[in-house]
Antibody, heavy 117, light 107 residues
Framework: EVQLVESGGGLVQPGGSLRLSCAAS????????MHWVRQATGKGLEWVSA???????YYPGSVKGRFTISRENAKNSLYLQMNSLRAGDTAVYYC???????????WGQGTLVTVSS | DIQLTQSPSFLSASVGDRVTITCRAS??????LAWYQQKPGKAPKLLIY???TLQSGVPSRFSGSGSGTEFTLTISSLQPEDFATYYC?????????FGQGTKLEIK
């Protein structure tokens, strides 16, 4: 059974940093692109980052230069290092598995990040 | 960046109704579009990929169509468990934008 379990969320002050983790199981992690998607309370989905099987990374302008996605295939783990956090980064962060056409077929339960003083 | 606009943003319907949600892209994306269903407090669930291919395990009352810039998600006969928010997502470029969502409510 495919499982994705996020962790590392919490309360952080503006300008601070946080590292999210996503533990994957039930599939060959190294063979799949992986993504982070976030959702502010009551708002829609926002794609945050992706990492390919070769380690290539992609970001939208809203987080580029502040967020870094990485993976550790030996540990079946995905990470999101978030720096220079802003109130607007407050959201539930989901990790998700990307398939052939880059649709996201499995999602974790999400971890809440709150940026507030 | 490619923008996706869903319509309507809110939809009120009854069990048994046929409903259609539209997703328009600001530029052509071939068939690189997915649809997701999200219920309150839950992660999104993939329904349709490649614009019209039903994800495994998804009921056949869901269908997708379109290519280029205009896409539709159709639910042929609404069931109580279908009341949720639906999102489209473009997968054509490495900026995987989502539509703003369509909330489907019980009339």
């Amino acid at each position: 059974e495919v499982q994705l379990v996020e962790s590392g969320g919490g309360l952080v002050q503006p300008g601070g940093s946080l590292r999210l983790s996503c533990a994957a199981s039930g599939f060959t992690f190294s063979s799949y692109d992986m993504h982070w998607v976030r959702q502010a309370t009551g708002k829609g989905l926002e794609w945050v980052s992706a990492i390919g099987t070769a380690g290539d990374t992609y970001y939208p302008g809203s987080v580029k230069g502040r967020f870094t996605i990485s993976r550790e295939n030996a540990k079946n783990s995905l990470y999101l290092q978030m720096n220079s956090l802003r109130a607007g980064d407050t959201a539930v962060y989901y990790c998700a598995r990307g398939v052939l056409d880059n649709s996201l077929d499995y999602w974790g339960q999400g971890t809440l990040v709150t940026v507030s003083s | 960046d490619i923008q996706l606009t869903q319509s309507p943003s809110f939809l009120s319907a009854s069990v048994g109704d046929r409903v259609t949600i539209t997703c328009r892209a600001s530029q052509g994306i071939s068939s690189y579009l997915a649809w997701y269903q999200q219920k309150p407090g839950k992660a999104p669930k993939l329904l349709i990929y490649a614009a019209s291919t039903l994800q495994s395990g998804v009921p056949s009352r869901f269908s997708g169509s379109g290519s280029g810039t205009e896409f539709t998600l159709t639910i042929s006969s609404l069931q109580p468990e279908d009341f949720a928010t639906y999102y489209c997502q473009q997968l054509n470029s490495y900026l995987y934008t989502f539509g703003q969502g369509t909330k489907l409510e019980i009339k």
